[in-house]
Each structure stands twice: as C-alpha cells, then as structure tokens.
C-alpha cells in the first residue's frame, strides 16, 4: 500500500509538470475550465447562497449608508438645478454604457463551461467598444454643451465619461466572482470603494466645489471598483480575441445585452432634462436617488445571488423551483414593508431630512414606491428566465415596456413632472403580469401557488400603512421628529406581528432551510 501510495504520488507530479509544460507550449491554452477556480458551484450551493447573501447585504449596506451620507450632505448644500445638471451629463454618458455588450457578463455567468479564450475576447472587445465609445464622448461633448447653453456639461462629461472604461475593466473579473458566489470580497472591494468615494466626495465639497463633489463620487467609486476586481481574481486580462470563443458567447450575450442596454440607458432623464429642463430633472433625480439608496440596500444581495443560483440549478428544476419561490417570499417580506412604509410617511420623512426646498419631489418619491414593489420581485423573475436560458424572452418584455414608457412620457410631458413620473409606476404595473407569465411557464407551477408567495407580506403591509396612516392623525401635538419615530415604530410592529400570523408556515420553511445550510 505505501509503494502504490508512492508511486501514484510521483506519476501525479508527472503528470503535472507535464501538464505545465504543455500549458508553456501553448498546446492546451483553450482547454476547457471543469475543475478550474472559474466552474460554476456544484454543491454546497444553498451555503454558499446564505453565505453569499449575508455579504451582499453588507456589500448594499455600506455603501448605501455612505451613500446616504453623501446625499445628504450635497442636497443640503445643492439645488435641485444642480442635481438635474449632473444628472443630464450621467444620462448622455449612460447611452455608451448602455450600447456596449456588457451582458457578456451575464453569458459568462450562466455558461456552464469556460475557457481562457472567452474571457480574454470579452474583455478585448470591451475595452475596445469602451474606447471608442469615450472617444465619441469626448468629440459630442462640445456639441452638446452648445445646444445646451451650459458650459458645465463640457466640463463635466469629459471627466464622467472615464466611468465607461472602468465599467468596461471590472466586467469579466465580476462575472469569474460571481459565477463562484464569491461575495466576500465583491463586499469588501465594494466597501473600500464606497468609503473613498464618500471621503473624496464630502471633501470636495467641503473645499466648495459644489457640483464636482457629485461628479467625483460617481467617478471615484468606479475606478477603485474596478482597480479592485481586476486584483481580486486569479485572471489576468489579455488583449487576445478569439472568434470562436466569442461566438459561443454571443447568442445569450447580446439578447442579455438587449435588456441591459434598456435598463442602463437612462432615457427617462434624458428625456425630462431635455423637455422639462435641470429643475423638474432635478426633481426627478432626488426622488430616485432617495429610492435607489433604500432599494440597493433591500434588493442589492438579491441581485447578485439569485441569478448565480437559479443559473447552477438549471438542470435540476425542482430545486430551482423551491429556491424560486423561497427567495420570492422573502424579497417580498423584507421589501413590501419598507416601500408601503415609505409610502406612507413619505411627506414628513423629507420635510424632516432634507428640508422644504425638497418638497416637491414627495409625490414623485411616492410613485417610485411602486417601482420598490414590483422591483425585487422582478429581479428574481429576470434572474429565473435568464438563468434558465432564454435572455431573449427577457428582452423582448424590457423592450416593448421601455417603448410603451417613451410613448408615456410623450403624452405627460406637458403635465409636468409629477404626472410622468407616476405614469411610469402605473405602467410598470399594467406590464408585470407578462413577467409572471414568463416565470410560471417556467417554473410550471400556479399562478395561485406563486401568488401566495407575497400573499402575506401584502396584507400585512396594507394594513401596517392603514395603522401608520391613523396613528398620524393622533400624533399632531408631537414634534416632527417623536412622530416619525413612533410611526415608524408602530408600523413594524404592527407588520411583523400579521406577517408571523399570516404565514407563520413559510416562515418556518423558511428557517429550517437557512439553519440547515448555516449548520452545512
């Protein structure tokens, strides 16, 4: 036994310098990655999940408390039209992000095999596509500024057009980690690089250069992400493109491109800003920033594990589906309590935050309100149908609301601001069935048996802002803030206490699974 021990170990270092030897000649370059650090999980799934969620929340969660911070402090010293400035120019940069293949991430995630080929032609071709689209950027930018009458944005988008390339830079890195649910250091990388933003952001703000605050925090966050991802995996980026390799990629990545050239083109801006100009843009902007810190905190590990997890379970339909619906009951325990909270205390939250300049943007804070309630719900409906195989179906739906949407925004310009943006929330929830369509062919279950899913977090939510909205009438005689807290307060009481009535059952499920998986 110890001789054939022995030898078995002498043949295996042979066979590995051999292996090596190859690999200096050349001979097995685009060998196919099984075993390799890239592979998609196997087992061990559901605690690489849980594990994987707890550091995406705390990926979300730093960065929005910083984010938060830095909001505040520039909505105190901003006005709205400054907001709207720096809005428009990020909307115009948007249109280069938007245009390029970035959903070959997505087609690097959800491919079962990789080699070395793909992911040295998707990042050629990106850093390609990111310079020529800053390069258009740089030739439209004048252009724009003079048809504008702004100044500003010929000094401004320049600077922010350097968010494409590290845009482009830190697409393949994240793709490698997410396809090992390696969140730990996304959270971490993520972490440093919110925490510089913040810093560089609040100083330059400090030093009173007002609208060079907003753009350095977009910028700064972006490079130290990127610089970070490319450090943070064992792949080395090489300018090498490979057609086969490419070709292979192309078919789920540009209809996975498709969506994301809809959902990262930022249209509505760019449309508000042009026909209702920087303070209604403004307006807008502030409503969505308050909404986008609560959401990416709420639906920011959802994100980024579900779509990893639904795509290793592919194969195994079953486990896709109860991990589907699992996820669904919780995004909607975690996320209708929330936004019906913020529907509710809306008015007084920002009076009290932010102050009376910011008023206006209360009504359209309350239609972003809808968009939180659909929002992580749609993001394991687009996690399940991409995982699943069928990008195409997912873009086609992305497509034809994204063009319902400029039809809307068409008609209610000439309303003003607050009616557009509630326009949009109605017409997100006039579209949503066709995504439950989608997701119930798929996972080949009831609509009454995914209904129930969020069942219960509805009812309770409803009658939380019921209670929140009477208990406001009772508490005139208490300052702004006492109010708000005891509101606050008293509606997750009163949530919490329905939700563990009314679906005491899923909760349980609930709690089994994670403790099973933690104790794996």
Not at 195 to 209: F, K, N, R, S
Not at 395 to 403: A, D, E, H, Q, R
Request: with cysteine; hydrophobic share 55%; glycine share 6%.
């Amino acid at each position: 036994g110890i001789r054939d021990f022995c030898l078995s170990r002498w043949l295996g270092d042979v066979y590995k310098r051999q292996a090596y030897m190859f690999c200096r000649a050349g001979a097995v370059e685009n060998m196919t990655i099984h075993s390799d650090s890239h592979a998609q999980l196997r087992v061990g799934r559901s605690r690489a999940a849980l594990v994987g969620s707890i550091w995406s929340s705390i990926n979300t969660f730093i960065p929005a408390i910083v984010s938060a911070i830095v909001f505040f402090a520039c909505s105190k010293v901003l006005a709205p039209s400054e907001f709207g400035i720096v809005a428009y120019a990020a909307s115009l940069v948007s249109i280069g992000m938007a245009l390029a293949p970035i959903g070959l991430e997505d087609a690097i995630i959800q491919r079962k095999e990789i080699d070395r080929a793909h992911l040295d032609s998707v990042f050629t071709l990106l850093m390609i596509i990111g310079l020529l689209f800053y390069a258009i950027v740089l030739i439209m930018t004048p252009l724009i500024s003079s048809w504008r009458d702004d100044e500003r944005i010929a000094q401004i988008m320049p600077v922010l057009g350097l968010v494409i390339l590290f845009k482009m830079l830190m697409i393949v890195p994240n793709s490698l980690l997410t396809r090992k649910m390696n969140f730990r250091i996304m959270a971490l990388r993520t972490t440093i690089a919110s925490l510089l933003a913040g810093a560089t952001c609040l100083t330059i703000l400090y030093l009173g250069y007002g609208l060079w605050a907003l753009v350095a925090a977009q910028l700064t966050s972006v490079a130290a992400n990127a610089i970070g991802a490319v450090l943070s995996v064992r792949w080395i980026p090489r300018l090498k493109f490979n057609i086969e390799a490419l070709r292979q990629l192309l078919r789920y990545g540009l209809y996975s491109s498709g969506a994301r050239i809809i959902s990262t083109f930022q249209s509505n801006e760019l449309l508000i800003g042009t026909f209702l100009g920087n303070y209604a843009l403004g307006i807008y902007n502030f409503a969505k920033r308050v909404f986008s810190i609560i959401d990416n905190t709420i639906s920011g590990a959802l994100n980024s594990v579900s779509f990893s997890l639904l795509s290793s379970l592919q194969d195994e339909p079953e486990k896709r589906r109860d991990a589907f619906m699992l996820a669904t009951f919780l995004s909607a325990g975690l996320s209708f309590p929330v936004f019906l909270g913020l529907l509710a205390v809306s008015q007084p939250l920002v009076d009290f935050i932010f102050g009376d300049k910011w008023t206006p943007a209360v009504p359209v804070l309350c239609s972003f309100c809808v968009f939180g309630l659909l929002g992580c719900i749609g993001i394991l409906q687009a996690s399940l149908i991409k995982g699943a195989g069928y990008p195409e179906k997912w873009f086609t739906y992305m497509l034809v609301k994204k063009i319902l949407t400029f039809a809307v925004i068409g008609i209610t310009l000439q309303f003003g601001i607050v009616v557009v943006a509630w326009s949009i929330a109605l017409l997100s929830l006039l579209t949503w069935p066709f995504a439950v369509k989608m997701t119930l062919n798929i996972l080949k279950v009831s609509s009454l048996t995914y209904l129930k899913s969020f069942f219960g977090p509805l009812l309770a939510g409803t009658l939380m802002v019921l209670a929140v909205t009477y208990l406001d009438t009772k508490l005139v005689n208490f300052g702004a803030f006492y109010s708000l807290c005891l509101q606050i307060l008293a509606g997750g009481f009163v949530y919490f206490s329905l939700l563990l009535i009314l679906s005491y059952n899923q909760i349980q499920s609930t709690s089994r699974i994670a403790l099973k998986a933690f104790k794996s």
